[in-house]
């Protein structure tokens, strides 16, 4: 074991980042290692949701979050043709949560200030440019090995190297699921939809007469969900003139859109058979991935990090290791029950094409959003505070 019975995570993205964080605040040593030379600048997750906000707070992190992101207090479900709309407010949750609202601001922002954060932790180490090829583990000690040929001993690894996670593999577990058929082209503008839609709110799924796509505001830009009907030739997909026409399908404008970025993804379902085996561990994508509709997956794996991370400073202040078992009763099931089909539940509602499902579920929808107590239900849910609740309780 390492002298000081340091723990190292494996990844430095928003979940080891947190993870790592917490640890370090917790009086626990603590090395990260990450196979990039710098802060992978992903396009991925924007959507923070409130509890995740409460966590990031006892990290001193929530503010500056929010001062570099968009405060979102509505979400709506649309019909882009007739302007209908279910709206959701997040007031109604006022009662349960400091932060009733959706926060629009980059993952990226997110793992920026963690990074900053540990880096003046006296304790901790952060490595960058340091791949992780193979894990092992004895009854003292846990065992990582980089590409370099160097071996690292830990008193635990925990695996925080996302989808294709390497410790996951190292732990020959299955990572049951699927892989959804279509392919997601997120796209970034900074033209202003509002200027011709000005009641979206700064979250808005859309159903078109054959599709759907997504809205979401970030400070000066618009992130556009797209999905492709078509995706066997992604470079077309991708071309600036196609792009350019699925804009022009949402607002048409007779100048063309101001495009910064597009990324395209493939979109799966899948959670680990386990997140503990002995002294490895798992969190956030490298232990389950849903659909991004809804905005849960890193949410679910900051939440990961909170639940494991104040286990470990207990053990290491003397608790039995037991409790790391409890980690796994406590987040899996809320992975399985909450995350991942919650979210292949908002990606079903708007793969709908059927006109006449579509408005009953709308209807279904404004109804819930009128009703104080069904609609504060429902936030609860979609706003990942029941899922939480649940694992407090597990
Ligand atoms: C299009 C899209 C939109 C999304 N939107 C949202 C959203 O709005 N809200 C939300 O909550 N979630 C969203 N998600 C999901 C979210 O992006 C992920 O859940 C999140 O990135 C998981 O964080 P992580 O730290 O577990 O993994 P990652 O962010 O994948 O980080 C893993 C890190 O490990 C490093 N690594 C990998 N292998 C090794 C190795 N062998 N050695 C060393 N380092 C290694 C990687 O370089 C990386 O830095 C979205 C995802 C997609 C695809």
Redesign the pocket.
């Known amino acids: 074991m390492a002298e000081d019975g340091r723990i190292v995570v ?7 980042l947190c993870l790592a964080l917490r640890l370090a605040r917790g009086g626990v040593p603590v090395t990260v ?4 030379p710098a ?2 600048p ?6 923070f949701h409130p509890p995740t906000l409460e966590m990031l707070d006892t990290l001193g992190l929530a503010e500056p979050l929010i001062a570099l992101g968009e405060i979102t207090p509505s979400w709506q479900i649309r019909i882009h043709e007739t302007g209908e709309k279910a709206e959701f407010d997040l007031g109604t949750l006022k009662g349960d949560t400091r932060y009733p609202y959706r926060l629009q601001c980059e ?1 990226a922002q997110l793992a920026r200030l963690a990074l900053e954060a540990l880096r003046n932790e006296p304790n901790a180490q952060v490595r960058l440019s ?4 193979g894990i092992g583990q004895d009854g003292t000690a846990a065992r990582v090995e980089l590409a370099t040929g160097e071996r690292l001993a830990a008193r635990y690894v925990v695996g ?7 410790v996951r593999k190292s732990l020959d577990l299955a990572f049951e699921g699927a892989t959804y058929p279509e392919t ?1 082209v ?1 796209v970034v503008t900074t033209t202003d939809f509002r200027e011709h839609f000005p009641d979206w709110s700064g979250v808005n799924y859309v159903w078109t007469r054959d599709g759907n796509f997504a809205t979401l505001r970030l400070p000066g830009r618009w992130r556009v ?1 797209h999905y492709p009907a078509d995706v066997s030739d992604m470079d077309a997909v991708l071309a600036p003139s196609n792009i350019e026409r699925f804009l022009q399908s949402i607002d048409s404008r007779p100048a063309p859109y101001a495009v910064d970025r597009v990324a395209p ?1 493939r ?1 799966h379902q899948r959670v680990a058979a386990t997140y503990r085996v002995g002294r490895v561990l798992l ?4 232990a389950h991935l849903n659909s ?1 509709t809804g ?7 900051v939440h990961d990090a909170f639940n494991l991370a104040d286990k470990l400073v207990r053990i290491w202040r003397g608790a039995d290791d037991r409790l790391l078992d409890a980690y796994v009763a406590e987040r899996r099931p809320v992975a399985i029950e909450h995350v991942v089909q919650q979210a292949d539940k908002n990606r079903s509602r708007m793969k709908e094409r059927d006109p006449e499902r579509r408005r009953a579920i709308l209807a279904d929808l404004q109804a819930t959003a009128r009703d104080p107590a069904r609609c504060r239900a429902f936030l609860l849910k979609s706003s990942m505070i029941e899922g939480l609740r649940r694992a407090a309780s597990a």
């Open positions: 494996v990844g430095a993205g928003p979940v080891g290692v990450e196979k990039e802060l992978p992903d396009l991925r997750a924007s959507t993952q340091t791949e992780v090829i925080c190297d996302g989808a294709r996670s390497i997601i997120l969900s993804y979109i969190a956030g994508d490298a991004p905005g849960m997956g890193m949410n679910s794996g």
